[in-house]
Every structure is written in structure tokens, then in C-alpha cells.
């Protein structure tokens, strides 16, 4: 069964304190693997897409990585505005729903000034 | 401001009521979702339609009926609900659903059911 399992559920972090957010994925084919960061309340931005192993995007503070089995979303010298759920999903290469996608349960991070 | 735009932005309901929620997009693209997101629990795929086709059908019940009435157009008609379907109601439309591209969510339609 196709699992996105992300790590942390929460994670605190002082203004400045570098850290990483896992992914890690269980799938038969990957198309592509995203990220997303959503408000409370509010429906989930998009960040980035990752399609191959040892891919990396930046933006700002957050970097995107990708392996075959996990995705790391690392944040320097994060923010208060950093202040976000997190959330990973992956696309699959069979099958009826290949540009469906199957989210993980995010990895809400608090940054305290 | 993603392009997709939800209305309602808040919903409360009686398990006998009937409503709707519309998704718009002006992002030219021609495939539309409907998620459902619980606290505590991921995103849940409910539907997707592709150039207006239904595509997928994520074993909803019958009282959640989707209507697509063009690619830019997507609405979900609400009837006899029950507390537990209270969650925030995502859209999301994405260039084509068998294409490996990004989606773009509206902001949700939080809905109440009492």
C-alpha cells in the first residue's frame, strides 16, 4: 500500500535554529514527490516538486531534497512567519490515479522569536 | 491568492439540510479535485474530474454528489450529513490529473454540521 509517513508531528524551533523535516515514502513509482505549506485555516501553498533522487530546489530559508526512499525539507535560520503545517505528497506512476496525490499529516512547526 | 476560489468560506448545516459548495479557477486548467481534510488525519482524495470527466470516485458516500459543469467549474452538492462529516472542504485544480504537475488549493470551505 502507497504510505507518506512525515516526522516530526511538531516541532519547535527558536528564530535562527536551523532544523529538517522528514518524508519518507513507500510507493511502487514515484512521478513526483511535493511539498506544501498551509496557514490555519487557510488551503495548502505550494512550494516544490522534486521528480528524481538526489534533486534539490531552494527558496528562501527552505531547501527541498530527495532520495528514493525520503524527502528532506531543511529551514535555515527560520522565522516567526516560518510559522506553518508542512506537508509532503506524492504522485504514482500506475494505475487509474497517476496525478492523484496521497498526503502525509504534516509536521506543524512553531518558530518563537 | 492561488487562482482557485472556494465559496462558502464557513459552513453550518442541520443533518437535513441540503447545500452546496463551488469551486472556481482561473488558471486554465482542466483537472478539478474535492478533498476532505480531518484534524489529525491526512488529505483525503474524494473526487477528481479531468476535462469534465469524473475520473475517480474515492469510495465517497452517496449523501456527497459532485457536479463539473466545465473545466473551470466544480461544485459539491451537500445532503442528510452527519456530525462527522464536519472538516474543511478543499479544492484544488492541477493542468491535467494523469500529468505529473503541482496542484493549487482554494482556501476551504469549513464546514459545521450540527
Known amino acids: 500500500e502507497d504510505q507518506v509517513t512525515q516526522s516530526p508531528e511538531a516541532l519547535r524551533l527558536q528564530e535562527g535554529e536551523s532544523s529538517s523535516l522528514n518524508c519518507s515514502y513507500t510507493?511502487?513509482?514515484?512521478?513526483?514527490l511535493f511539498w506544501y505549506r498551509q496557514d490555519p485555516g487557510k488551503g495548502p501553498e505550494f512550494l516544490f516538486t522534486?521528480?528524481?533522487a538526489g534533486e534539490e530546489k531552494e527558496k528562501e530559508r527552505l531547501k527541498a531534497t530527495l532520495t528514493k526512499k525520503e524527502s528532506f525539507l531543511h529551514i535555515t535560520a527560520p522565522k516567526p512567519e516560518d510559522s506553518a503545517t508542512y506537508l509532503c505528497?506524492?504522485?504514482?506512476?500506475?494505475?487509474?490515479?497517476?496525478?492523484?496525490?496521497?498526503f502525509g499529516k504534516g509536521t506543524k512547526l512553531s518558530v518563537k522569536p | 491568492e492561488t487562482g482557485v476560489t472556494q465559496t462558502p468560506r464557513h459552513l453550518v448545516m442541520g443533518m437535513t439540510n441540503k447545500k452546496s459548495l463551488k469551486c472556481e479557477q482561473h488558471?486554465?486548467?482542466?483537472?478539478m479535485y474535492w478533498y476532505k481534510q480531518s484534524a489529525k488525519k491526512p488529505l483525503e482524495l474524494m473526487f477528481v474530474?479531468?476535462?469534465?470527466?469524473?475520473?475517480e470516485n474515492n469510495s465517497v458516500p452517496s449523501r456527497f454528489s459532485p457536479e463539473c459543469p466545465n473545466s473551470s467549474h466544480l461544485f459539491l452538492h451537500l445532503h442528510t450529513l452527519q456530525p462527522e462529516d464536519s472538516a474543511l472542504y478543499l479544492c484544488?485544480?492541477?493542468?491535467?490529473?494523469?500529468?505529473?504537475?503541482?496542484?493549487?488549493f482554494g482556501q476551504g470551505t469549513r464546514l459545521t454540521v450540527v
Open positions: 484544488a485544480s492541477s493542468q491535467d490529473s494523469t500529468m505529473n504537475t503541482e496542484a493549487f
Open positions: 505528497a506524492v504522485q504514482v506512476n500506475y494505475g487509474g490515479s497517476q496525478g492523484n496525490l496521497i
Open positions: 510507493v511502487s513509482g514515484l512521478r513526483g
Open positions: 522534486l521528480y528524481s
Open positions: 488558471l486554465g486548467h482542466n483537472a
Open positions: 474530474y479531468n476535462f469534465k470527466e469524473q475520473t
